[in-house]
């Protein structure tokens, strides 16, 4: 590579819990760059996450993502004019990153009135192994042990 490696950008941890993974799931929620009403959103997840489930909401957001980070995933390579699905482990930065776009992204999907309500179902959905994003992990992980033949290729 010609060019140096871009310097990682650190993170401020959140006002109300002092971590700096809910930034990053709040950075990623946003759009329009509206950080308040994201904050906003995440909080009341948050809160009806806890009536939800009768748990602590900030520690059952923390076991979901923990459950539908994946280990594994599948990349396709080009060999020899045929296209390969390979196995391969994923980085600790970027699980933790598709972890929160899937729980972000099957919360959106979910049907309800509000965006926190729907988060806050997916959290609980999620924290109990249940849900969208758990679903998905699965397959992931299914599609990787089918496929797990061609690891010698690696990429």
């Known amino acids: 590579m010609r060019k140096a490696k871009p310097k990682k950008r650190i993170l401020l941890p959140d006002p109300k819990f002092n971590d700096a993974m809910v930034t990053r799931f709040v950075n990623m929620m946003m759009w329009n760059g509206k950080k308040s009403v994201s904050y906003r959103i995440f909080y009341d997840a948050v809160e009806m996450a806890t009536d939800m489930a009768k748990e602590d909401g900030y520690e059952l957001w923390k076991k979901a993502l923990n459950n539908i980070m994946p280990a594994v995933e599948v990349r396709s390579r080009r060999i020899g004019g045929s296209t390969f699905q390979i196995p391969t482990e994923i980085r600790p930065e970027r699980r933790v990153s598709v972890g929160m776009k899937w729980l972000i992204g099957y919360s959106r999907k979910r049907s309800g009135k509000s965006m926190a309500f729907k988060l806050a179902s997916e959290i609980v959905a999620a924290s109990k192994n249940e849900g969208a994003?758990?679903?998905?992990?699965?397959?992931?992980?299914?599609?990787?042990?089918?496929?797990?033949?061609?690891?010698?290729?690696?990429?």
């Open 133 to 155: 994003a758990v679903k998905k992990k699965d397959e992931t992980h299914r599609m990787a042990e089918a496929n797990k033949a061609f690891a010698h290729f690696k990429l």
